[in-house]
């Protein structure tokens, strides 16, 4: 299996920084690319509308002069998550934000659409569609994804429902293209074991949250520190889509996390800027089963860095 260029020719650690509604930020997306794995960020992040210039200048203007600077060590590439559902009204917008500023990676969730494949086409860049089964698999690539992001049991946000090895294997007996494996991803070891089920890159969410660079408020992080697998429930009622969140944000929302209601799933919406489940992502804190691994909060860099070295440890104790 043979990786694109852009996701074979300048990172350090084969992992892309899943983008966190809210959390992400130009400041995260940069310090990520720095220690050389993909940074990323939703294109609703940026609110209102307008913003999302501002911030991909930023973002490109900063990489640009870093690589300037460290020809020998060039930043990752980094990418964009555009949410490819019928509710949200900034699709064009930010699609076309996109194109301007050529952004090298586009991530498509809760949908496909051919007119974000083909407008990331139009420059030379790539998208990669998020999925939780192989039914939605095979519609991401019939529309023109270039790759797939295996979202399993146990990630942060919106979560799966398959064991990592079964949708793997699955996927893997008709696609040879670029696959990326999301869920419960926290350490060097768990990147590895990705490559060993047949993924070729890591999509790690959850970890980023407790870093210094993270729009997260200082509670969060330390809740991720704090807790570990059995502090996750799954539930629908938030957004309508189920996702994976911390009991404790739930409890403090006055809520019992052991009974929660099931939620419409139409009720969904993303339409002006995700108003409608910003507060939900504010207030229910949402990270997925690998955060036992998260000991302390660390910058981006840090944290690339023990990742990196738990690795190299797992490479070296399989030789």
Request: charged content about 20%; glycine content about 10%.
């Amino acid at each position: 299996m043979s990786l694109p260029h852009i996701l074979s020719s300048r990172l350090k650690l084969p992992v892309v920084a899943a983008p966190l509604f809210i959390i992400s930020n130009p400041d995260l997306v940069i310090a990520q690319c720095k220690a050389g794995v993909v940074g990323s960020f939703p294109a609703l992040n940026a609110r209102p509308a307008e913003e999302l210039d501002r911030w991909l200048d930023k973002i490109t203007t900063e990489l640009a002069d870093y690589d300037a600077k460290n020809p020998d060590n060039p930043s990752a590439p980094f990418a964009v998550n555009q949410i490819v559902h019928a509710s949200n009204d900034r699709l064009q917008h930010d699609v076309e934000m996109c194109v301007k500023w050529k952004v090298p990676i586009v991530i498509t969730s809760l949908g496909a659409k051919e007119f974000v494949n083909e407008a990331a086409h139009s420059y030379g860049g790539i998208v990669l569609h998020d999925i939780i089964n192989n039914r939605f698999a095979k519609k991401a690539i019939s529309k023109g994804a270039d790759g797939l992001i295996a979202v399993a049991a146990g990630a942060g946000g919106h979560a799966g429902a398959l064991s990592p090895f079964a949708l793997v294997q699955e996927i893997r007996e008709w696609f040879d293209g670029p696959l990326l494996m999301s869920g419960s991803i926290a350490t060097g070891d768990a990147v590895l074991a990705c490559e060993a089920m047949g993924a070729d890159l890591a999509y790690i969410g959850s970890a980023f949250i407790a870093t210094v660079e993270a729009n997260a408020e200082q509670a969060y992080k330390q809740a991720i520190v704090d807790h570990g697998a059995d502090d996750i429930v799954l539930s629908n009622l938030f957004t309508g889509v189920h996702g994976n969140y911390l009991k404790p944000s739930i409890t403090a929302a006055g809520l019992d996390p052991d009974n929660l209601p099931e939620s419409d799933p139409s009720k969904m919406s993303f339409g002006s800027g995700g108003e409608s489940v910003s507060k939900a992502w504010k207030d229910i804190w949402g990270c997925g089963q690998g955060i036992g691994a998260v000991k302390s909060v660390l910058t981006a860099h840090d944290l690339v860095g023990r990742l990196g070295r738990e690795y190299q440890s797992a490479k070296t104790r399989l030789l």
